[in-house]
Every structure is written in structure tokens, then in C-alpha cells.
């Protein structure tokens, strides 16, 4: 299993951008399909990218072309580009690994999470 540590939340105002990263540590992280959920208070959590060991990805409707999903297997790394933020993506931000579910946007098919990171975004 591979332990997952995300970084980069913070305050931003509504229109700024942030780059989350989650360090993947453990087993063969190329090995992984890798996604990010997010979630209120009072929510259940929601899938908001993911992207394949191979590299394909796949995004939560609301994205609407501002986030971008990216790996950086040398780094062991994933991120999560979220431009053009609006008050709503105000979130904790989790990363996620699963090795047996490619494309999966549900998030028990993922074993593996990191402790979260919050996102706020002001307006």
C-alpha cells in the first residue's frame, strides 16, 4: 500500500489559482491510478480528477476545463492545477491511489488517502 501526503491548500481569492501535490511513498508509484476528491463539512466526499498509471485522465463535470491532473513519476508525485477558483471548490483536497481500478470515480474503490489539505477560497 502507498502512504500519500498532500501539500499546497490554502487561501486564495475567488479567481487565483493553486497547485496541489500529493508525495507518494512505498510501493511502485507508476503502478497506481491516481485521483483527487474533495469535501465539505456535512458532504460526502466527490471525485474531481483522476489520472491512469498510464497517464489518461478523466474530470468531475464542474471542472469545466480549469483543473488539470498531471504525474510526475521520477518525483513520485501527482498534482492538481485548479485555476479560476470560485468560492465553491472551497474544500478539504484529498489524494487518492487505487492499483485495481483504472478510471474509477468513486472513492471506495480507492484503498490508499492522504490526511487532506483545505482549500479556501474567498470571495
Known amino acids: 500500500q502507498v502512504q500519500l501526503v498532500e501539500s499546497g491548500g490554502g487561501l486564495v481569492q475567488a479567481g487565483g489559482s493553486l497547485r496541489l501535490s500529493c508525495a507518494a511513498s512505498g510501493r511502485t508509484f507508476s503502478n497506481y491510478h491516481m485521483a483527487w476528491f474533495r469535501q465539505v463539512p456535512g458532504k460526502r466526499r466527490g471525485f474531481v480528477a483522476t ?13 469545466k476545463g480549469r483543473f488539470t491532473i498531471s504525474r510526475d513519476n521520477t518525483k513520485n ?3 492538481l492545477q485548479m485555476n479560476s477558483l470560485e468560492p465553491d471548490d472551497t474544500a478539504v483536497y484529498y489524494c487518492a491511489a487505487t492499483q485495481a481500478f483504472y478510471g474509477s470515480r468513486v472513492s471506495t474503490d480507492y484503498r490508499s488517502w492522504g490526511q487532506g489539505t483545505q482549500v479556501t477560497v474567498s470571495s
Not at 489520472?51 to 471542472?63: E, K, M, N, P
Open 77 to 79: 508525485t501527482v498534482y
Open 51 to 63: 489520472i491512469g498509471s498510464g497517464g489518461s485522465t478523466a474530470y468531475a463535470d464542474f471542472v
